[in-house]
């Protein structure tokens, strides 16, 4: 119990550190179909395309996102296999959130 | 876009459900199995739901779809879906559906081994019927209307090569008046039928009309029919009864219903 609660901590660290990459993978999750380039992503969330480009970097290393390149653009999708990860993971986040904060 | 001599099949003349109610019946029975359908029509007569409503009957005949989406995000898609009664997330899961959102440049340029992202998809899903929502930005397309009218020639072969029954769809800009201009680029040459959607300013209401002005798989009704958005999708009705002038959207009733009217 106590080393997949570890477990847990690291990938929440590691997965959701921090506001603006939960908001990604959420808008990734909830939109599966999306293939676009940095600027594109970042103009659907209104984002700074140079406040994003570590994020996006960031969720492509850990797997949630794929990258590839189309006639030159670097353009990025979900990776659907990973969704119930994502989701389980997420759901955790809030069942640690809720502990943490007595009702 | 390039074509493969292993996917290239013999031209399909089986006739395809439309899905859409009564639309069919005008047609003969369906469109042409690997045939392209324009829908050109003004904001918010019914473009968007057609082309789900089309991929619906789809995957109700086990021919799964690929939709693909320049202007709503997916979660858009599939809340109005699901309003209708068509579970699109659940299609996916089950290999029937695949939605796309994307630019009309990443979705035309070329990946991996000469495939672009949208023969992908309809290779993943082994499609047979695909919707393109909207062409209208197409006209954003990069390379100019000389070089996008030719990929769309290319685009539009390399479909029905495949046996892909396509609808596409088209925003016209005007509500309601005298002329339409469909595109500035000719997508109405393209394509092998087009279906007008149009507003129609009638006994005080605007009521929405839908008129197939083109169709290449033999007769076809040529009617004004009232058309009906409802919460089980898009119903093509009777036609509009002794009215004229329909296509200027300003329709009044005929010299003889008026006189009636008022004896």
Redesign the interface.
């Known amino acids: 119990m106590a080393e997949k609660m570890e477990w847990l901590h690291h990938s929440i660290e590691a997965w959701l550190d921090s506001e603006s990459k939960v908001r990604l993978l959420v808008f990734f999750r ?8 940095l600027q ?1 992503l970042a103009q ?1 969330l209104a984002v700074p395309p140079g406040r994003m480009e570590r994020d996006v970097e960031r969720v492509v290393e850990l797997g949630l996102v794929k990258e ?1 390149e ?2 030159g ?1 670097k ?1 990025y999708y979900f990776e659907r296999m990973r969704a119930k990860d994502l989701e389980a993971l997420m759901q955790a986040a809030l069942d640690l959130r809720r502990e943490a904060v007595p009702a | 876009m390039s074509i493969r001599t292993s996917q290239l099949g013999p031209l399909e003349s089986a006739r395809m459900s439309t899905g859409i109610h009564g639309m069919d019946t005008m047609i003969g029975g369906g469109v042409l199995a690997g045939d392209s359908t324009l829908v050109a029509g003004s904001p918010g007569t019914g473009k968007t739901t057609m082309g789900l409503q089309f991929l619906a009957a789809g995957v109700r005949a086990k021919e799964p779809g690929v939709f693909v989406s320049f202007e709503y995000l997916p979660q858009q898609i599939y809340r109005d879906a699901e309003t209708k009664g068509w579970p699109v997330r659940a299609w996916e899961e089950a290999g029937l559906y695949r939605l796309v959102c994307t630019s009309p440049e990443v979705l035309l340029s070329e990946g991996g081994e000469g495939l672009s992202i949208l023969d992908e998809n309809l290779r993943e899903v082994q499609a047979k019927r695909l919707v393109i929502d909207s062409t209208s930005q197409f006209e954003m397309y990069e390379g100019g209307p000389a070089k996008l009218r030719h990929e769309l020639v290319g685009l539009m072969n390399h479909l029905r090569l495949q046996g892909i029954t396509t609808f596409l769809t088209h925003e016209i800009t005007q509500i309601v008046g005298p002329t339409v201009t469909v595109s500035s680029w000719g997508l109405e040459f393209l394509v092998d039928n087009v279906v007008m959607l149009r507003y129609v300013e009638l006994d005080g209401e605007m009521q929405k009309a839908m008129n197939i002005l083109k169709f290449r798989g033999g007769d076809h009704d040529r009617k004004f029919r009232v058309l009906k958005t409802t919460s089980r999708g898009i119903f093509i009705e009777a036609p509009f009864d002794r009215v004229e002038n329909i296509s200027t959207g300003s329709a009044r009733r005929e010299m003889a219903e008026r006189l009636s009217e008022l004896v």
Request: charged letters at 25%.
């Open positions: 909830q939109n599966p179909g999306l293939i676009d380039t594109g659907r590839r189309i006639s653009k353009v």
